[in-house]
């Protein structure tokens, strides 16, 4: 069946990088997101990558994929306290439809 | 700008009461979905629509009702059959690639729904 893992919370230093983990199982995953949702507000797409790369960077953000142990990483380098938000990684599988399986989502909270 | 609009931002229900949260998409994207969110459970589908006129069950549709009359809007009614309705509720649109699809979902901000 089809699960994502992420730990529950996250501090981070201003200034400093996060670096927030997720587990998927299920091997059949085409893309991988993450999402990050400020205090009252809906989800706002970050990035995206296909399961076939290893890494994509985007600016301050990295996206690690390791297939193999079934683990995706984004990391956020000079975290700013505007980064303090839920981050959420997502995955769809080859057969949804377009549907996704979220994880339960990662609390970041930046300290000056 | 294109974007997706959910009204109410804060709706309060009474017992035995139905209540419609609404959800417009200009993005002219073909899916659309609701999720409902719970502190620390993430995001559960309810329903998910593909085509206009058809919609599927998702994870939790039991106390909820969906119609998909026009690509543009996606509207969902919680009955008095859902026992625990306070949430979060979140519409999300995508383009539609078939089978396969892969395509971002885009999110509108969001209904806080209460129990009165």
């Known amino acids: 069946g089809e699960d994502v893992e992420q730990s529950l919370f996250l501090s981070v230093r201003e200034g400093d990088s996060s670096v927030i983990n997720c587990t998927y199982t299920?091997?059949?995953?085409?893309?991988l997101y993450w999402y990050k949702q400020e205090p009252g507000a809906g989800l706002q797409l970050l990035t995206y990558?296909?399961?076939?790369?290893d890494m994509k960077q985007d600016q301050r953000l990295t996206v690690l994929l390791n297939k193999k142990d079934k683990h995706l990483s984004l990391r956020i380098a000079d975290t700013q306290t505007g980064d303090s938000a839920i981050y959420f990684c997502?995955?769809?599988?080859?057969?949804?439809?377009?549907?996704?399986?979220f994880g339960a989502g990662t609390q970041v909270v930046v300290t000056p | 700008d294109g974007g997706i609009t959910q009204s109410p931002k804060y709706l309060f229900r009474k017992e035995g009461q139905n209540v419609t949260l609404s959800c417009e998409q200009n993005?002219?994207?073909?899916?659309m979905y609701w999720y409902r969110q719970d502190p620390g459970q993430g995001l559960r589908l309810i329903y998910y629509?593909?085509?206009?006129?058809?919609?599927q069950k998702g994870d939790i549709a039991e106390g909820y009702s969906v119609s998909r009359e026009k690509k543009e809007s996606f509207p969902l009614t919680v009955t008095s059959a859902q026992k625990n309705p306070t949430a979060f509720y979140l519409c999300?649109?995508?383009?539609?690639?078939?089978?396969?699809?892969?395509?971002?979902?885009?999110f509108g901000d969001g209904t806080r729904l209460s129990i009165l």
């Open positions: 993005l002219n994207h073909d899916a």
């Open positions: 990558i296909f399961s076939n790369m």
């Open positions: 999300a649109s995508s383009i539609m690639g078939g089978q396969y699809s892969n395509q971002p979902q885009h």
């Open positions: 997502a995955e769809t599988l080859t057969d949804s439809w377009g549907k996704f399986q």
């Open positions: 629509s593909q085509i206009v006129n058809d919609f």
């Open positions: 299920d091997s059949s995953s085409t893309y």
